[in-house]
């Protein structure tokens, strides 16, 4: 666990990252907030997805200059790269290579490994509370009377 739990992961930055563009584009700073989403794509490649997603939504909700400003950085990394490698779509191509190598040094563990590995990543107290806290958000959506449910339960 102390391995696990040390090591330089990005996850803790994504993490923040995530909450902070949310934060400003909560308080209508969407400049700050589609720069942030811009950034977070070139720490961690999944956020890809989410990233055009909100990029939809600018153009959709007519915010054409953040839309526009949030594409400046990922665009300045291709330049970049350009010159440094002469590969104009360098992070696509290393992001498909990378991939193509991993795929034969990983065994696939399926999708029950997350659920085995959850309590070590996240800890058994932060897991147990989570579950226990959506339990009681199923109960009062359904609004089923607690007292009567142990009582059936306890005989």
Known sequence: WILLSSRNYAELISAF???LSIYFHYKEKYYWSALIASYLCLIRQEFYLLYGLYGIYLLFDKKFLPAVVSI???IFVSLWAY???GDILYIYNS???FSEKADDAYPRQGFG???KMSSVIFG???LTLFF???????IRFKKINITKV???LIG
Not at 132 to 138: G, H, M, N
Request: overall charge positive; aromatic content about 14%; charged content about 5%.
């Open 113 to 115: 490994h997350y659920f």
């Open 95 to 97: 992001i498909f290579n």
């Open 150 to 152: 142990s009582h059936i």
């Open 124 to 126: 058994s107290v932060n």
């Open 132 to 138: 226990a806290y959506i339990s009681l958000r199923l």
């Open 83 to 85: 010159v440094a490698n």
């Open 17 to 19: 990252l995530i909450v």
């Open 72 to 74: 400046l950085p990922q």
